[in-house]
């Protein structure tokens, strides 16, 4: 059975909550995903009246560190389908004229 956000204890709760408010930041051209935009962490942790910023920063530094790193295997295991793809046609990945 999957784990509910009430598993978790308060500090992670808090966390992925303020975590969701921040925009997602992706690189321009491939769209691969970098993170978050951490712009505006210390106005939310006003807004909220986050008693230990710290701890509820690490804990997010650490959920957008595996979600980086998933989302970076997820792109790999994508790009390694459409190679063997590609390859299993026995032709070139770019069509290229001269």
């Known amino acids: 059975m ?3 956000l009430s598993d978790f204890p308060d500090e992670v709760q808090v966390a992925f909550f303020i975590f969701g408010l921040l925009p997602d930041h ?11 935009y951490w712009d505006g962490i210390e106005y939310y942790f006003k ?5 230990e910023p710290k701890v509820t920063l690490y804990l ?4 957008e560190n595996a979600i980086v790193n998933h989302k970076a295997k997820e792109a790999e295991k994508r790009q390694k389908a ?3 793809k590609a390859h ?5 990945t770019h069509n290229v004229k001269t």
């Open 2 to 4: 999957p784990l509910e």
């Open 26 to 36: 992706y690189e321009g051209m491939s769209g691969t995903y970098m993170g978050k």
């Open 82 to 84: 459409a190679e063997r």
């Open 88 to 92: 299993a046609r026995g032709g070139y």
């Open 47 to 51: 807004v909220y009246n986050i008693e």
């Open 60 to 63: 997010m530094k650490m959920y």
